[in-house]
T-cell receptor, first 114, second 107 residues
Framework: DGGITQSPKYLFRKEGQNVTLSCEQNLNHDAMYWYRQDPGQGLRLIYYSQIVNDFQKGDIAEGYSVSREKKESFPLTVTSAQKNPTAFYLC?????????????FGDGTRLSIL | KQEVTQIPAALSVPEGENLVLNCSFTDSAIYNLQWFRQDPGKGLTSLLLIQSSQREQTSGRLNASLDKSSGRSTLYIAASQPGDSATYLCAVSIGSFGAGTRLTVKP
């Protein structure tokens, strides 16, 4: 079945450590997105990518970095500069970033601080 | 910047009731509006997508309407069931989400 796979499901970060969240899709979608979800709040866009080797900052990119070396993969690194990383992280994709295309989501990664 | 609001934040109804969830947005220049369902600890499942040129979309017991001029969308759920219990989120175009309505349907 086609879909989006996020791993790991749970991740713990130590002080000063960078951690990387994986997102892989086999939907042949060009566009991919990373969102952060905090309790009681809507999703906030961190980064998005419209094609391979291209990505753009979203509303809350500070303290995060991404890469898009393959169409299928869009990993997110939470750096030590992100002072409040505890959240639920969701990866999504769409056929393109044309605005009439629906988004499809993975099952998320929950990041906590040790 | 687009602001998306969902009211109420939580709703509890007995099984079998018809119900309406609301989504409002501040900028009417939208491309589409998408309704999602989120179960606890899970990702989002797409329910309905309404293009900006459309007024409504239907899927089974779900019907979503869109009124761009007033900045509103509603999700109508007919004959609610306990399995409908989840958080329902609306998203305007790409990147602008409401905080969701947590729905509980009691047997």
């Amino acid at each position: 079945d086609g879909g989006i796979t996020q791993s790991p499901k749970y991740l713990f970060r130590k002080e000063g450590q960078n951690v990387t969240l994986s997102c892989e899709q086999n939907l042949n979608h060009d566009a991919m997105y990373w969102y952060r979800q905090d309790p009681g709040q809507g999703l906030r866009l961190i980064y998005y990518s419209q094609i391979v080797n291209d990505f753009q900052k979203g509303d809350i990119a500070e303290g995060y970095s991404v890469s898009r070396e393959k169409k299928e993969s869009f990993p997110l690194t939470v750096t030590s500069a992100q002072k409040n990383p505890t959240a639920f992280y969701l990866c999504a994709s769409s056929i393109s970033r044309l605005y009439n295309q629906p988004q499809h989501f993975g099952d998320g990664t929950r990041l906590s601080i040790l | 910047k687009q602001e998306v609001t969902q009211i109420p934040a939580a709703l509890s109804v007995p099984e079998g009731e018809n119900l309406v969830l609301n989504c409002s947005f501040t900028d009417s220049a939208i491309y589409n509006l998408q309704w999602f369902r989120q179960d606890p600890g899970k990702g989002l499942t797409s329910l309905l997508l309404i293009q900006s040129s459309q007024r409504e979309q239907t899927s089974g017991r779900l019907n979503a309407s869109l009124d761009k001029s007033s900045g509103r969308s509603t999700l109508y759920i007919a004959a609610s069931q306990p399995g409908d219990s989840a958080t329902y989120l609306c998203a305007v175009s790409i990147g602008s989400f409401g905080a969701g309505t947590r729905l509980t349907v009691k047997p």
